[in-house]
């Protein structure tokens, strides 16, 4: 068997091996896992595959003999249209799975909270919690911006890749998700929720939907193991902050 044939079936191989285990776990693995590991599955073939001279040489001459060679017509009609219209169609499909469910408020964009989480070594009541730094705004403005400021800090440095510089969901990494990152700015995400809300998304990430992601999936990291309470709340702060809108408040 020619290397090129090994380096497609052991590719076709492996992406039916991840699908599979997502069905045998009764839940499709998510876009941009299944995406990772076949990066790495391609670069880890390609690296056996030509570990030899010969075998450098047999996969590089396998290519440039499908340009060159007028025997291989078919085939080349084969990779140039029609491989590059199937993956522009996987891409657009992707691509319709995600807008779909932006702006969707129940069980899409925004399913429902516990009623309490641990975290940082307590329990928090969801329905109660604040902001400790929120009174700020009004009583030191001054101290308050210093907060926003050092949330602007670990926002740079830990959610603008996937988030956007814009905080408009357009991060370097979010043609990599599905479904792609939040975008904050607008009306219609961070505006409509309490603060509360956003830090439970943040500290307990993806895994924390549980059961409530049936209808949606997410691949933001559960935060409370890189940061600390007060740079969660911190970082919330300038959410609002940099994007012009307020935190839905508790109706009293």
Known sequence: MSRPMKFILTIAGFYALLKASGLLAGAQLPSSVVAMY????????????????DGARELAAS???????????????????????????LISAAVTRDVSGIGQASGVMHPGPPLTISAYGKEFDLASVENPFRALERTDRA????????????????CVHCHGAKLDG??????????????????????????????????????????????S??????????????????????????????PRAWKK
């Open 170 to 215: 357009a991060g370097q990494f979010a043609a990599f998700l599905n479904p792609g990152p939040v975008s904050f700015r607008g009306s219609d995400t961070i505006a409509q929720l309490q603060e509360s809300y956003v830090f439970w998304r943040v500290v307990k990430g993806g895994r924390g939907l549980g059961a409530r992601g049936a209808k």
């Open 38 to 53: 076949m990066i790495f599955a391609v670069l880890t073939s390609l690296m056996v595959l030509t570990s030899s001279q």
């Open 63 to 89: 290519f440039i003999g499908l340009f060159s060679d007028t025997r291989s017509l078919k085939t080349r009609v084969t990779v140039i249209v029609i491989m590059p219209v199937m993956a522009y169609y």
């Open 217 to 246: 999936t997410s691949a933001m990291p559960a935060w409370e193991e890189e940061l600390s309470e007060d740079d969660v709340w911190k970082t919330i702060m300038f959410l609002y902050d940099f994007t012009g809108n307020r």
């Open 143 to 158: 101290r308050f911006e210093a907060f926003v400021k050092d949330g602007e800090t670990i926002y740079f440095k830990r």
